[in-house]
């Protein structure tokens, strides 16, 4: 069967499932949807070698699988087209399925069902957990038209590469000071964010001075002007975003007393500056552990682990006022 002979079955499988609700009032749940569009799908494929599978895996995707052709059903008690979809990842993607429909029961408003092209009907991507799209029926965008690249051809990508595209597509929709705070490659990530909050202030003083270090070269604008409201709001998103730790007052972790006076009690200087010198070794340590989506994502860039000290310095130059860090730090 070819591509278009389908497709006017999905028109016909429309049609009876709307004469449905006309008849017998809108379908009350998805499970009585999806089940009544098995029956009616059944009946339209009979003589034509097809077999609908009433019983299949809870995970699969598509949802009704009849190799080459796979249909996504959807279904909304409400007024609308739009619908969270399946895991950018489609691990759980049947075999042998190269063409991706959907189905979409919209029981709010005007109760309708209609069928789309899945590639054309999905228009962005939601990030929780796990990253998933989103559908809509009768979109006039799609998010690979965006991307720009076929979903065909997404799907077949790896999943490193596949994530290379949403990342690119996710940063570009960030508000002034908005981070992502998933940069995993895959579903199953060597990070997780934990999932219990923790204070900084609660923390033992080793792991206190790492993420300092962590955060400071991460963010060089810290070195920046006393008067500047913002320079700490990187800081605070990344302890909270890629590690759980709340930051109550992140300005005191590097120009409070406390931090700047602890390895000279000598008061005076610039306290941002002496905070700084004595998390040296700890800043090195991180600039060669650190992975390299971090720095794309606070730097903008990826910079060799030998270079990252020296990129540091050069930009934490045209932040810092009345001092210069490229002639106070790293100099051994």
């Known amino acids: 069967m070819i591509p278009e002979d389908f497709e006017f079955i999905l028109g016909n499988l429309c049609e009876r499932l709307s004469e449905s609700i ?12 999806e089940r009544q569009a098995r029956e009616h799908l059944e009946a339209l494929l009979q003589d034509s070698g097809f077999s609908v599978n009433f019983n299949p895996h ?13 249909i996504e059903v959807k279904y909304t008690l409400n007024d609308t ?13 049947a075999e042998g399925v190269n063409h991706v429909y959907l189905l979409f029961g919209k029981m709010g408003g005007e109760p309708c069902v209609r069928w789309g092209h899945y590639g054309e009907c999905v228009v962005h991507v939601r990030t929780s ?9 009768g979109s006039d965008r799609s998010l690979f038209g ?34 992502l705070w998933w940069l995993e490659d895959k579903e199953e990530a060597d990070h997780t964010l934990p999932i219990q909050a923790r204070l900084y202030t609660s923390l033992i003083s080793d792991e206190k001075r790492a993420l300092r270090a962590e955060a400071a070269l991460l963010c060089p ?12 709001d ?19 972790l590097f120009s409070a007393g406390s931090v700047a006076l602890r390895a000279d009690s000598t008061r005076g200087g610039t306290y941002i500056q002496r905070s700084l010198l004595d998390i040296q070794s700890e800043m090195k340590r991180a600039s060669f552990y650190l992975p390299d989506v971090l720095f794309y994502e606070y730097w903008g860039e ?11 310095l050069a930009e934490a130059d045209k932040y810092a006022v009345d001092w210069c860090p490229s002639k106070s730090l790293f100099l051994a």
Not at 22 to 33: D, K, N, R, V, Y
């Open 22 to 33: 006309a008849s017998q009032g809108i379908f009350t749940s998805s499970l009585e949807f």
């Open 58 to 70: 809870p995970h699969v995707f598509p949802d009704i699988v009849l190799p080459p052709f796979g």
């Open 81 to 93: 087209w739009r619908s969270v979809a399946n895991s950018v990842f489609e691990s759980t993607r």
């Open 129 to 137: 957990h796990v990253p998933r799209f989103e559908v809509e029926m």
């Open 146 to 179: 965006l991307l720009g690249i076929a979903y065909s051809d997404f799907a077949q990508l790896p999943e490193d590469e596949k994530m290379l595209h949403i990342r690119d597509y996710a940063r570009a929709r960030l508000k002034r000071g908005e981070r």
């Open 221 to 232: 604008q810290i070195v920046g002007s006393s008067r500047s409201k913002r320079k700490y």
């Open 234 to 252: 990187d800081v605070s998103l990344y302890l909270l975003t890629y590690h759980g730790v709340l930051a109550p007052q992140v300005r005191d």
């Open 302 to 312: 990826i910079v060799p682990p030998s270079q990252r000290i020296a990129w540091w």
